[in-house]
């Protein structure tokens, strides 16, 4: 935080020419540094690590590296800090990075700043770096209904731990303390936020919704694609079984399931499937399902407006809600009525079409934070 204050002062001193922008800082996660900082107008975006699954161009990447390259970089974090604190007023945090040690205080430090000089904060959270296991777990066993969180501490041991608990909550806390508004969906990533959040928004490019209905004329063999970032928390598994099962039973269809791959074969392979089954312990359908029914796919997930109230109208009727004790009946029922899938897949496309659009997005987000 010296560094910071150095930096920003020195940057005022200097008369460094202001911008009418934001800053989004986060670690790119599906997309959305991308997609928010580009709905932002005159936004710069801040990378704090690379991803294997996407190509894109940020503004400023602070990547960590080894030995004198790691130092080099702990520097150079706060200096752009107080730089970035110097030309806008406006900052966006996705998840929980930070400049200054953010996993050792919640990023208290950096926000208190941020306050200090009159900027304004927006925290918008993706998933399990806020995700409350003792409180999830608890909402799943008052509804006897396995969750995420369920399973997470098995594929990602010790996430679970008291320590990394106390993290997520110190992260809420001061969240609630320093932030103008929060993003966070209420049920699916349920956090120790006190005041009201606004559910996550969703930026599908253009160019995803442009898929042919063609592939429904021939409907001899269904493709039906999985495509788990992460299995055992997504239900593949159950998906596994229910596929064995229906196989044995002498139905012809196509399964393919797609893990560790570019985005890009996701998308293509998105193109010429007919059904895809998403994640089953989840309440909001993900960026995955939502990239299946801009390409016209009949989506099979768990997500459910009852359960998750700030999901837009009509999500109901958009996929298939299927939680995971039904995935075998709800993928039978559309292998026994091939007809009902084209119909599915365009009433999902219609709903993704008028609530997900980067046109829809820039709008929401907009009215939301220059409210």
Same mark, same amino acid.
């Not at 080099?72 to 030309?87: A, D, M, Q, R």
């Not at 560790?260 to 998105?270: F, I, Y």
């Not at 559309?334 to 709903?351: C, R, S, T």
């Given at each position: 935080m010296i560094l910071v204050r150095i930096s920003y002062y020195i940057c005022r001193f200097f008369n460094i020419k202001k911008q009418d922008g934001w800053v989004v800082v986060a670690v790119e996660t599906a997309s959305m540094l991308k997609n &928010?900082?580009?709905?932002?107008?005159?936004?710069?975006?801040?990378?704090?690590?690379?991803?294997r699954f996407y190509d894109f161009n940020y503004n400023y990447e602070v990547?960590?590296?080894?030995?004198? *390259?790691?130092?080099?970089? *702990?520097?150079?974090?706060?200096?752009?800090?107080?730089? *970035?604190?110097?030309?806008?007023d406006k900052f966006m945090y996705l998840g929980a990075i930070g400049f200054v040690s953010p996993y050792t205080d919640g990023r208290q430090q950096e926000f208190k700043f941020i306050k200090s000089i009159n900027k304004q904060l927006v925290c918008y959270f993706l998933g399990s770096e806020i995700r409350s296991f003792k409180l999830l777990n608890q909402f799943s066993q008052d509804r006897s209904l396995d969750v995420l969180t369920t399973y997470q501490a098995i594929s990602h041991v010790g996430i679970d731990a008291p320590k990394n608990e106390y993290k997520r909550k110190q992260l809420g806390? &001061?969240?609630?303390?320093?932030?103008?508004?929060?993003?966070?969906?209420?049920?699916?990533?349920?956090?120790?936020?006190q005041r009201k959040t606004f559910p996550c928004i969703y930026f599908l490019a253009d160019d995803l919704f442009e898929p042919s209905l063609n592939k429904f004329d021939d409907l001899s063999e269904i493709i039906v694609l999985h495509g788990p970032s992460s299995p055992i928390i997504k239900g593949t598994p159950i998906v596994r079984g229910a596929i064995k099962k229906l196989q044995m039973e002498g139905y012809k269809f196509k399964y393919i399931?797609?893990?560790?791959?570019?985005?890009?074969?996701?998308?293509?392979?998105?193109?010429?499937?007919?059904?895809?089954?998403?994640?089953?312990y989840a309440f909001v359908p993900g960026v995955f399902g939502l990239e299946a029914m801009a390409s016209a796919c009949a989506l099979l997930t768990s997500?459910?407006?009852? &359960?998750?109230?700030?999901?837009?109208?009509?999500?109901?009727?958009?996929?298939?809600?299927?939680?995971?004790?039904?995935?075998?009946d709800n993928l039978?029922?559309?292998?026994?009525?091939?007809?009902?899938?084209?119909?599915?897949?365009?009433?999902?496309?219609?709903?993704v079409k008028q609530?997900?659009?980067y046109t829809a997005g820039v709008k929401k987000i907009n009215d939301i934070i220059n409210d």
């Open positions: &928010i900082s580009s709905a932002l107008p005159n936004s710069v975006s801040v990378n704090f690590a690379p991803n990547y960590p590296k080894k030995g004198l *390259l790691k130092l080099i970089t *702990l520097v150079y974090s706060p200096i752009l800090f107080g730089y *970035l604190l110097s030309k806008y806390q &001061i969240a609630d303390k320093y932030s103008d508004v929060i993003f966070n969906p209420s049920t699916d990533q349920m956090a120790y936020i399931e797609l893990i560790n791959v570019p985005h890009e074969q996701m998308l293509k392979t998105l193109c010429s499937a007919h059904i895809v089954l998403n994640e089953f997500a459910d407006e009852n &359960i998750e109230s700030t999901l837009d109208e009509g999500a109901n009727n958009a996929w298939k809600v299927t939680p995971y004790w039904l995935v075998y039978k029922l559309f292998l026994d009525n091939p007809e009902m899938i084209k119909p599915q897949a365009v009433v999902g496309y219609n709903w609530h997900c659009t």
